[in-house]
C-alpha cells in the first residue's frame, strides 16, 4: 500500500474543502481500501465524509424517497419506509455482498464503487480504465463475467452494484454537493459507458460530495422486486439480474419500470420491455414476449454468450414474479 495521509471531517464544508484540495472521499472503504492494498488506488489523501450528517431516510414534501449517502446498506435495506414503498430497492440490497459488508457500506459508497473486472484488479494486467491507453485483456482473455450491453472496444466491464440497478429502474436522481452548490443528476446519466474514456466512470465533478439520491414520487403505487442470478447463493456479483416495477390497475399494466444488471457496462434501463408491457394484461405469453427485447444490441464476448438468453429469461422470471397471470 502506498503511504498516504488520513483526515477526518464533521463537516461538509470542511469535506469540500478537503476534496478540492485532491483529497479522496472514504466512508466504509469496501471497496476504496481492497483497492488500495492492490495498489490499483494510491490516493495521496483520504477524507473521511463518516461522520457527515448524511445518513437519514426521509419522505420528500412531493412524496418522493431520499435516501442519505452515508446510509448503511443493511441500515437501507431494512427501513420501513423503503420496504414499504420499494421492496426493489430493499431486495437489491440484501442480495448484495454479506452482512458484514452490508454493515459497513453505504449507499453513496454503492454507487461509486469500481468494477469487479479482475484485470482491472490486476495491475501486471492493461487496462485502460486503471492505465488509460494500455489495452484492454479482457477483450481476447477469460471474459464470462463480463458486459454484452453498452461495451466498447476500450471497456467491457460490468457495473457491479445491485442497487443501481433498482435505482436506474425507478429513475432516480443523485444529488451533489460542490464548490458550486447543489445539484441533481438523473441516475441515467450519472454512471457513464466507456467509449473512449473508461477510466471516466461517474458524472461526478472534482470535489464534488454525493448527498443523497431520491427516488422520485410515482403517483401510481408500484409493485417491486428484485431477480439476481449468480454462479452461488450469496456473497456474489451478479450475472444476470432484473429490477421489475409494475403498477397494475383493473388487470392491465399502466405503469412499468425495467432494468438489468450483471449485463451492462452501467445498470441497463430496458425501455423497450417497458413498452411491450404498458397498456397489456398481464399473461405468461406476456411476460416472454416483454423479455424478448431484453437483449437488444447486444454484443457478446467468446465465454459470456450464455448472457443474452439468461439475461432474457432472468427479467421474464421476475416479470411473472411481481406482475403475476397466468
Ligand atoms: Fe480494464 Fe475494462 Fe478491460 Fe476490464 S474490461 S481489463 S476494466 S478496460
Not at 451492462?264 to 405469453?285: D, M, Q, Y
Request: net charge positive.
Amino acid at each position: 500500500m502506498h503511504p498516504f495521509t488520513y483526515t477526518r471531517v464533521s463537516d461538509t464544508r470542511e469535506a469540500l474543502d478537503a476534496g478540492r484540495s485532491g483529497g479522496r472521499y472514504i466512508a466504509g472503504g469496501t471497496t476504496l481500501v481492497d483497492l488500495m492494498r492492490e495498489t490499483v488506488e494510491r490516493p495521496g489523501t483520504l477524507v473521511d465524509i463518516s461522520f457527515l450528517p448524511l445518513r437519514e431516510v426521509t419522505v420528500t414534501r412531493r412524496g418522493g424517497l431520499r435516501i442519505g449517502a452515508l446510509v448503511r446498506m443493511a441500515e437501507a435495506a431494512a427501513h420501513p419506509k423503503v420496504r414499504a414503498l420499494h421492496p426493489v430497492v430493499s431486495e437489491a440490497l440484501e442480495l448484495s455482498a454479506s452482512a458484514q459488508l452490508r454493515n459497513m457500506a453505504t449507499v453513496g459508497g454503492n454507487i461509486m464503487q469500481r468494477t469487479r473486472c479482475t484485470y482491472f484488479r490486476d495491475v501486471t494486467a492493461a487496462c485502460n480504465k486503471r492505465e488509460p491507453g494500455s489495452g484492454c485483456a479482457a477483450l481476447h482473455g477469460f471474459n464470462r463475467t463480463h458486459a454484452i450491453l453498452g461495451t466498447s472496444d476500450h471497456c467491457v466491464a460490468t457495473h457491479p452494484s445491485d442497487v443501481a440497478v433498482a435505482f436506474a429502474a425507478l429513475e432516480a436522481g443523485v444529488h451533489l454537493l460542490g464548490p458550486d452548490g447543489e445539484r441533481t443528476v438523473p441516475f441515467a446519466d450519472f454512471l457513464l459507458e466507456p467509449g473512449s474514456t473508461p477510466q471516466r466512470e461517474q458524472a461526478i465533478r472534482h470535489g464534488e460530495l454525493i448527498t443523497a439520491v431520491e427516488i422520485p414520487a410515482h403517483p401510481r403505487p408500484l409493485k417491486s422486486g428484485y431477480l439476481k442470478v449468480r454462479d452461488r447463493q450469496s456473497y456474489e456479483f451478479a450475472l444476470t439480474s432484473a429490477a421489475v416495477a409494475l403498477h397494475i390497475r383493473g388487470g392491465v399494466i399502466r405503469e412499468a419500470k425495467v432494468a438489468a444488471g450483471g449485463v451492462g457496462t452501467v445498470p441497463w434501463k430496458l425501455p423497450a420491455v417497458e413498452r411491450a408491457l404498458i397498456g397489456e394484461r398481464p399473461s405468461a405469453s406476456l411476460w416472454a414476449e416483454a423479455a424478448g427485447h431484453a437483449a437488444e444490441g447486444a454484443r457478446a464476448l467468446t465465454h459470456n454468450r450464455f448472457k443474452t438468453e439468461l439475461l432474457k429469461r432472468t427479467v421474464e422470471r421476475q416479470l411473472r414474479i411481481v406482475g403475476g397471470g397466468k
